[in-house]
């Protein structure tokens, strides 16, 4: 079983909003242990949620934070300013200062 700090819903095939923190603390976190965002699953590739193709809501993923604090296990990615994108093929891997991190299926960037 993943535990995560932050997790994407099951129900969010088509938009995922961008989300901000600001001033968090985060105290004994693994880098892995952040999020997990899992790819948009085949079966979303059906007429009623999204037409012919996978609903992308899980490839569109921003989680942004600014001014983390940390205390004890600390990620070795993260600063007090980051960001962390979804593992999207056309996309995230030409993010300049971002980093892929399999376990999150994710990138970190600065």
């Known amino acids: ?18 989300h901000e923190f600001y001033d968090t603390k985060f105290i004994d976190v693994e880098g892995d ?14 007429i009623k949620d ?9 490839a569109n993923i921003l989680l942004s ?5 940390f205390e004890g296990i ?4 993260a600063t007090a300013d980051f ?3 979804s593992n999207n093929p056309g ?3 030409y993010v300049p200062e971002c980093e892929f991190h399999k376990g999150m299926n ?3 960037c600065e």
């Open 65 to 69: 934070f600014k001014g983390s604090k």
């Open 91 to 93: 996309f995230s891997q």
């Open 106 to 108: 994710a990138w970190s």
């Open 1 to 18: 079983m993943t535990n995560t700090v932050f997790a994407v819903g099951s129900f969010v095939p088509d938009y995922v909003a961008m």
């Open 50 to 58: 999204c037409g012919n193709f996978p609903c992308t809501g899980p």
């Open 74 to 77: 600390r990620p070795d990615y």
């Open 33 to 46: 242990a952040v999020t997990y965002i899992y790819d948009p699953p085949k079966k979303w590739a059906n």
């Open 83 to 85: 960001q962390i994108i």
